[in-house]
């Protein structure tokens, strides 16, 4: 049989129970934003903000900059007359000197299909180029090529016209990955020469060429320098 009389209320809660609870509900999400902010903004305050990472980010000579296959420290840059070869005078060029350490397990050149592939100058136009020259030294010997884990000191250079007289100079690292291509499974490190994503951008003053003066014979009564004789 069913009971159709009045439900009774529930009971009455102590005085000042809901409310405390309710109040204490309102005060848990503020604390937890309070901390929450606390906490994030020393570190937006050490990474930067919410500021994007730059695409190029400025780099000062003298750090070594990790580019994936390869540890490069940049050192300087400088004016300098290269030997052309085969007998030809020697021409200006803008040498950017670094020191190099190749991190991987396989031999690789300095110039193509190597370290030259991720180094490149900014132009006056605004283009990246790569080096036209690159030479080495390695345990005192000269080296077109970086052997795994020996440092080589390396000279990368851009041929300069007889009027050119830069101040400065831009020069751009690119990152290499060790990956696969698209119709390959075979894995190896790999350098993207279009991309304008650099490890680091580098300003480098640029020390003109400086020219010594040519010995002069020497004047007295002591003994005089000899003319050398070509043999016939």
């Known amino acids: 049989m069913y009971s159709y009389a009045p439900v009774p209320p529930p009971p009455a809660e102590p005085a000042g129970g809901r409310p405390q609870r309710a109040s204490a509900r309102r005060w848990v999400v503020p604390l937890c934003v309070l901390c929450a902010v606390a906490v994030l903004v020393p570190v ?39 030997d052309g070869g085969f007998g030809s005078k020697k021409e200006r060029f803008l040498i950017v ?19 030259a592939d991720g ?36 000279s990368v250079m851009w041929k300069l016209g007889p009027a050119d007289a830069p101040r400065k100079l831009t020069v751009g690292l690119r990152k290499w990955t060790y990956d696969h291509g698209f119709t390959d499974h075979a894995y190896s490190w790999k350098v993207d020469r279009e991309s304008d994503k650099l490890v680091g951008r580098l300003t480098l003053p640029v020390a003109e060429l400086s020219v010594g003066p040519e010995p002069q014979p020497s004047i007295g009564n002591g003994p005089q320098p000899q003319p050398a004789v070509s043999p016939r």
Request: no cysteine.
């Open 119 to 154: 180094v490149a100058a900014l132009t006056k136009d605004g283009k990246w180029v790569k080096p036209e020259e690159v030479e080495g030294v390695a345990g005192g010997a000269e080296t077109i090529v970086a052997q795994p884990e020996l440092p080589v000191e390396v």
């Open 44 to 82: 937006l305050w050490v990474t930067g903000g919410f500021a994007e990472t730059p695409k190029q980010p400025s780099q000062p000579a003298g750090k070594a900059l990790d580019l994936g296959l390869f540890t490069v420290t940049v050192r300087d840059a400088r004016v300098g007359l290269v």
């Open 97 to 115: 000197r670094m020191r190099v350490v190749n991190k991987g397990k396989e031999t690789k050149s300095l110039h193509i299909g190597g370290l």
